[in-house]
Antibody
Framework: QVHLVQSGAEVRKPGASVKVSCQTSGYSFALNYMHWVRQAPGQGLEWMGWINTASGDTNYAQKFQGRVTLTRDTSVTTVYMELTRLRSDDTAVYYC??????????????WGQGTMVTVSS | DNVLTQSPGTLSLSPGERATLSCRASQSVNNKFLVWFQQKPGQAPRFLIYGASSRATGIPDRFSGSVSGTDFTLTISRLEPEDFAVYYCHLYGGLYSFGQGTKLEIK
């Protein structure tokens, strides 16, 4: 069974950085890209970027360019999302989500449980 | 940017009724990349529909998706109590944009 288990809640001050992990199990890690999506309190979903878990190549939403870095460690089948220069409006639940591609179609089929990141002075 | 606009914002129905949720794209969309998610409070989104009309593994057949041009529809044929949630449409690929969500609430 596929599982994505994320690291625990974080509290940071404005200007600081945060790194969230997403440990995977139950499938071949390098066969599926991994995405990160965030959700501010009471708001909708916002896509941040993806990482090709085989090559390490990344693609980021323009909004987060220069502030977000996605990395992976294939030895522990874990993906990481680091967000720098945090602001109060970065307070959100951050999700990792596995990319599912099938028959020229696809989506984000398995999600982590979410990590709450609170930015407050 | 291809903007996805969902309607209505809130839909109030009773168990057993039929729900019709809409998602309109501002530009032409490859139907194979339109996805629907369900999200309950405090939970991660759940993958429901991909390719506009294909149900994900384990999704009951009361959930169905359809498309007409740039208008996408999620239909729940007979609402069960566990179906009351927020539903998002999503464009897989490109900018990976999401609609703003439709809240399906119990009347």
């Amino acid at each position: 069974q596929v599982h994505l288990v994320q690291s625990g809640a974080e509290v940071r001050k404005p200007g600081a950085s945060v790194k969230v992990s997403c440990q995977t199990s139950g499938y071949s890690f390098a066969l599926n890209y991994m995405h990160w999506v965030r959700q501010a309190p009471g708001q909708g979903l916002e896509w941040m970027g993806w990482i090709n878990t085989a090559s390490g190549d990344t693609n980021y939403a323009q909004k987060f360019q220069g502030r977000v870095t996605l990395t992976r460690d294939t030895s522990v089948t874990t993906v990481y999302m680091e967000l720098t220069r945090l602001r109060s409006d970065d307070t959100a639940v951050y999700y990792c989500a596995r990319d599912f591609y099938y028959d020229e179609s696809g989506g984000l089929d398995v999600w982590g449980q979410g990590t709450m990141v609170t930015v407050s002075s | 940017d291809n903007v996805l606009t969902q309607s209505p914002g809130t839909l109030s129905l009773s168990p057993g009724e039929r729900a019709t949720l809409s998602c309109r794209a501002s530009q032409s969309v490859n139907n194979k990349f339109l996805v629907w998610f369900q999200q309950k409070p405090g939970q991660a989104p759940r993958f429901l529909i991909y390719g506009a009309s294909s149900r994900a593994t384990g999704i009951p057949d009361r959930f169905s998706g359809s498309v007409s041009g740039t208008d996408f529809t999620l239909t729940i044929s007979r609402l069960e109590p566990e179906d009351f949630a927020v539903y998002y449409c999503h464009l897989y690929g490109g900018l990976y944009s999401f609609g703003q969500g439709t809240k399906l609430e119990i009347k």
